[in-house]
């Protein structure tokens, strides 16, 4: 069991899938696909969780980075260098565009801002420094650069306010928060840095808190929006990729884990995990084109 401070109460962790993913990532709760969805990044691969508990198994393209829901119905899903789009909850996705033709560079993890323009970040296979970007491409499929010369661009989120956009850049060791002024990323500077594990995915839950997959330290942090450490999420595996909120109450965290290049595998790395927690997440913002 993970202990929390006297403002996030954290429950029993639970177990959700078998290891079924080589490298989990990104998962997103949705009601319009009617719960839980996330990716085999490097299966190429989108996973729906069913109410059943059984999972579904998509095959999208080399990569399957992130997703989201669309604002038009249907889904959008970062492949390995562009996006595709879906029409429908369930239906295939089929290609948009790409951002870029340099293969030595592939998509990693992305979001939504409030006026629906989705924000794509990159990484090199061969992680070079300076060599990841962080995209915005609205609805028409505009694209401009917010971050240039990052090494993984990684988890990104918002405060519940839109006033504050937190980033992790995973080989600095630091999540930064931007301010956010008329729609633009401004003011860079570091929010806390994390003595151990590498900051991964993140998200933010309705009262401002930041939570933060710590990869290769086996856990999820709590920070308060001052940086002050709120609660530890701990688990059995030491490659936790990502985080979302879900449930009818936005009040399951999952947390997606990988075996990717593990030397000593674990039996439950690239599981899905869930836990209770006290304070509700914020429902996904979906894509406007």
């Avoid at 860079?188 to 309705?206: I, N």
């Amino acid at each position: 069991m993970a202990s929390g401070g006297a403002d996030v109460e954290v429950g029993d962790l639970e177990q959700v899938t078998d290891a079924l993913c080589y490298h989990g990532e990104g998962p997103v709760w949705s009601p319009t696909w009617g719960g839980l969805r996330w990716v085999d990044m490097l299966a190429g691969d989108v996973l729906t969780l069913r109410a059943d508990g059984s999972v579904d198994r998509m095959h999208v393209g080399d990569v399957a980075a992130f997703l989201r829901p669309r604002t038009r119905g249907g889904w959008v899903v970062a492949t390995e260098r562009g996006l595709s789009l879906a029409d429908d909850a369930d239906g295939i996705p089929e290609p948009w565009f790409d951002l870029w033709d340099d293969p030595s560079v592939r998509m990693n993890d992305g979001a939504v801002d409030f006026v629906g323009r989705l924000w794509a970040g990159t990484m090199g296979y061969d992680r070079v420094p300076g060599t990841a970007t962080l995209y915005r491409v609205d609805a028409h499929g505009s694209v401009e650069v917010v971050v240039p010369d990052a090494t993984i661009s990684n988890g990104i989120d918002l405060s519940p306010d839109g006033r504050l956009a937190y980033y992790d850049d995973t080989p600095t060791g630091r999540t930064d928060v931007f301010d956010v002024v008329d729609g633009e990323l401004v003011g860079r500077r570091p929010f806390v840095a994390h003595g151990s594990g590498h900051p991964d995915g993140l998200t933010v839950d309705s009262a401002g808190n930041v939570w933060v997959a710590l990869n290769g330290a086996g856990r999820v942090r709590c920070h308060s929006p001052a940086g002050e450490v709120l609660a530890e999420v701990e688990l059995p595996v030491r490659l936790a990729t990502a985080c979302t909120f879900g449930g009818d109450d936005l009040r399951d965290l999952y947390v997606t884990t990988s075996r990717e290049n593990l030397d000593d595998p674990e039996p439950e790395a690239g599981a899905l995990f869930r836990v209770r927690v006290s304070v509700p997440g914020l429902p996904v913002r979906a894509f406007a084109g």
